[in-house]
């Protein structure tokens, strides 16, 4: 009796244990850990116990096998970083817009400014821009270094190609760099990239607000919708 109990117990545990939304993995893993365990627990359970043992452990080894095959294959949750200061982003003039006369063919005129017409429009999408400072305050801080994440898409119909990820300081606030652009050779269909661009705040830097461009560009000429946003600056504190 006390063996049948022990038993039941083990065996809602180890199913409990799993996942609090129960068994998420792969079914044909599931069975598949269920099956090995069940011969791998006979056996044993037969070298053990005899006969007893081995239904024993056979009925051990399939409930950890299941498990075992559910816990390996389980989709894993991305895992972010806390203090990610999510970027909220204004609408951007576009960046082929200019006040000055252009005097070329693919240029036009309304409303007393000129157009220089607009790139090929881009498939690719810039999402979840993300601010992360070694202080965590949500600022640019002298001689500190901070960085700018965010994800780029292919939302498109077709692949791109030497993608080219721009993050541009627009004020012209001084004592800041940006690192270089690293560029993406290829991006398919549906594919998503983490990109993160570096942002070093100079032992001379004042206090102020300092104003970003984000964009990409493609191989072709196509340009992604612009990302325009502010982030405060900070000069060094002196202790």
């Known amino acids: 009796m006390r063996k049948a109990i022990f038993i039941v117990l083990l065996t809602a545990g180890i ?17 598949a850990g269920a099956a090995i365990g069940g011969v791998l627990g006979a056996i044993v359970g037969d070298r053990a116990g005899g006969y007893n043992g081995s239904q024993f452990g056979a009925l051990i080894g399939t409930v950890a096998g299941a498990a075992v095959g559910n816990a390996v294959t389980t989709p894993r949750e991305d895992e972010y970083v806390v203090d990610e200061y999510y970027i909220k982003t204004r609408p951007s003039t576009p960046r082929y817009e200019s006040s000055s006369r252009y005097e070329n063919s693919s240029s036009r005129y309304e409303n007393n400014t000129y157009y220089e017409d607009a790139p090929p429009a881009s498939g690719l999408q810039i999402i979840n821009l993300r601010f992360i400072d070694d202080n965590r305050n949500h600022v640019i801080d002298a001689e500190e270094d901070s960085k700018l994440v965010f994800d780029m898409v292919n939302n ?12 541009e300081e627009t004020s012209g606030m001084k004592n800041l760099l940006i690192s270089p652009s690293v560029q993406v050779s290829y991006m398919p269909v549906g594919n998503q990239i983490r990109y993160t661009a570096t942002i070093r705040g100079g032992k001379k830097l004042k206090d102020g607000q300092a104003d970003f461009r984000v964009y990409a560009t493609e191989s072709n000429g196509a340009v992604t919708e612009v990302h325009e946003f502010s982030l405060p600056t900070q000069k060094r504190v002196k202790k």
């Open 156 to 167: 498109g119909d077709v692949p791109a190609y030497n993608i080219t990820p721009v993050v």
């Open 15 to 31: 199913f409990s244990a799993c996942s609090p939304y129960g068994m998420q993995g792969n079914p044909a893993a599931v069975q």
